[in-house]
């Protein structure tokens, strides 16, 4: 008997079923440990089912990583320091930012680890996040070069340098907030921090 047509829903739905598995899989025992066997029996469907959809547990987990770096990425992207009219507007877009990218976060919290714990599993997972570095240095740079030249930010201060240290401070920020203890609470008072760091140090000073 022939096998009953997916409709395109169908196929979509059962892919993010078992991207959505395959995350809590990947939480609980790591990348290495994880196997699509596991990802099937929470599913209660045949390996099969899940090779039908990706190439294997690399693919998956790669197809997870793309997913939220976009997002974050789109955030990142997407402030707007040119609508900017006075330093204070200029620091509300950094916040926004902040709120936003913490928003996402927070909502992924249990399982943002995996992004940090297996940065080295494969040579391909490392590229991307390189790639996606790359990317986020880009936008900060971006949002710290409109800045100078509307005056908010000192003249003389070396972009691509401030917009490295503010992203590895970003960065850190997020490794600390992904330990069990007061999450929420760590990613609140470091971001305020990474604020007042960047606000006393790189703005330009009032006249």
């Known amino acids: ?26 939480a609980e025992k790591g990348f290495h440990a994880a196997g699509i066997a596991d990802i099937a029996a929470k599913l209660d469907v045949g390996h099969g089912t899940i090779y039908r959809y990706f ?17 974050l990425l789109r955030i990142a992207r997407g402030t707007h320091p040119e609508t900017a009219t006075c ?13 936003e990218f913490g928003g996402v976060f927070l909502r992924e919290i249990s399982h943002m680890r995996i992004f940090f714990d297996e940065v080295h599993a494969d040579p391909e997972i490392r590229r991307r996040f390189d790639v996606s570095q790359v990317e986020f240095q880009k936008a900060t740079e971006r949002f710290l070069l409109i800045g ?24 850190d920020a997020m490794r600390a907030s992904v330990q069990k203890e007061s999450a929420s609470n760590n ?21």
Do not use: C, W
């Open 55 to 71: 190439e294997n547990k690399l693919d998956i987990f790669l197809t997870l990583y793309d997913a939220l770096n976009e997002e």
């Open 187 to 207: 990613l609140l008072l470091l971001a305020m921090t990474v604020i007042e760091i960047f606000t006393k140090g790189a703005l330009a000073k009032k006249a």
């Open 148 to 171: 100078r030249d509307k005056g908010f930010v000192r003249p003389e201060l070396h972009i691509p340098s401030a917009a490295r240290i503010l992203n590895a401070m970003i960065l």
């Open 1 to 26: 008997m022939a096998r009953p047509e997916v409709s395109k829903e169908q196929r979509q739905a059962k892919r993010e079923a078992i991207l959505a598995a395959a995350r809590d899989i990947f």
């Open 87 to 99: 330093v204070e507007d200029y620091i509300t877009e950094m916040q926004k930012f902040y709120a």
